[in-house]
């Protein structure tokens, strides 16, 4: 079980405490509240996740209006655990970039592992710029990308500042992946050669091939040992249990195990340097309407770039 789930069914307990102490079966209380009953049980099993606004008419209906700063608190703290882009987002994407300036800022050891793009702190502004258009277009958040760009080069001073260490971990299709122009491509590949040479920073890459000892689920970046970050389509997730952490930092050193580093990584990325100039040749805005090729296969076209 999840932080999250954990914490949302203990929320759950309580306001069913709170709604036995007042002598209300949840029929009664969803009539007071003029809801289905259905959402009073889903809420008390912690298979819904109440608002802000939900928890203090929960406490007003059971005669407890004291206990709503309390619920509220307990509800902040769930959401820090399961952030929604919707409500993360609403203000775009620049103020989220700069929050994690300070999370980066703070952590000695960062291991990041990437299994579908290259991650955000050794991105260029032009990759990180198609990036976030593509976010702000499916997601309709406010069109800061301007300012995202220059937040996301703003945390990567850390790479250079002393007594922080990186480790990234990306597998080749990381690297292929096309989502920006090819020019801007070839620009992004070659930041990550210069990129590895920093002290603070390790880079592996796992080349195709390789028999993984695990399947790559999900990237994660994890934040010394006490804090671990996954991204989905919806939302990010925290996750902050010890033994849950444990966890992803173990599956961590076993991606680490079957990456290449040093002279090996540098040769992954030269490879798919070439074979992205191989694809490109006489091709190079990549919308002839034709299907590009790399090794005799279709390479598959990113929707926002056609």
Avoid at 165 to 178: K, M, Q, S, W, Y
Avoid at 235 to 240: K, L, P, Q, R, S
Wanted: net charge negative; proline share 6%.
């Amino acid at each position: 079980m999840t932080d999250f789930q954990r914490e949302r069914e203990a929320l759950g307990a309580w306001l069913h405490r709170l709604r036995r102490d007042a002598g209300l079966n949840g029929k009664e209380l969803a009539t007071r509240l003029g809801w289905a009953a259905s959402k009073v049980s889903r809420i008390e099993h912690g298979r819904q996740t109440p608002t802000t606004p939900d928890v203090e008419a929960w406490s007003r209906a059971c005669g407890r209006p004291d206990e709503a700063a309390g619920l509220a608190a307990r509800l902040l703290a769930l959401d820090s655990h399961y952030v929604n882009w919707r409500r993360s987002l609403r203000a775009g994407h620049a103020p989220r970039q700069r929050v994690a300036v300070e999370l980066d800022r703070g952590t000695q050891l960062l291991r990041v592992f990437e299994s579908a793009m290259v991650p955000g702190l050794l991105q260029t502004a032009e990759y990180a710029r198609s990036v976030f258009s593509a976010l702000v277009a499916l997601q309709g958040t406010p069109d800061d990308v301007p300012q995202a760009v220059e937040a996301r080069m703003e945390r990567q001073r850390a790479l250079y500042q002393p007594g922080h260490e990186f480790h990234f971990v990306l597998t080749t299709a990381a690297l292929r992946a096309r989502l920006c122009p090819p020019e801007a491509h070839r620009g992004q590949l070659d930041r990550l050669l210069a990129v590895a040479s920093l002290p603070g920073v390790r880079l592996g890459v796992i080349p195709d091939g390789t028999a993984l000892p695990l399947a790559p689920l999900h990237s994660f970046w994890a934040f010394d040992e006490r804090l671990v970050q996954v991204e989905t389509w919806t939302a990010e997730i925290n996750v902050t249990d010890a033994d849950e952490i444990d966890l992803y930092l173990r599956v961590f050193e076993h991606y680490a195990d079957a990456a290449r580093y040093g002279a090996g990584a540098r040769q992954v990325v030269t490879t798919v340097l070439a074979e992205l100039a191989g694809a490109t040749e006489g091709d190079d805005d990549g919308l002839d309407g034709e299907p590009d090729l790399l090794d005799g296969r279709a390479v598959p076209r990113t929707p926002w770039l056609d």
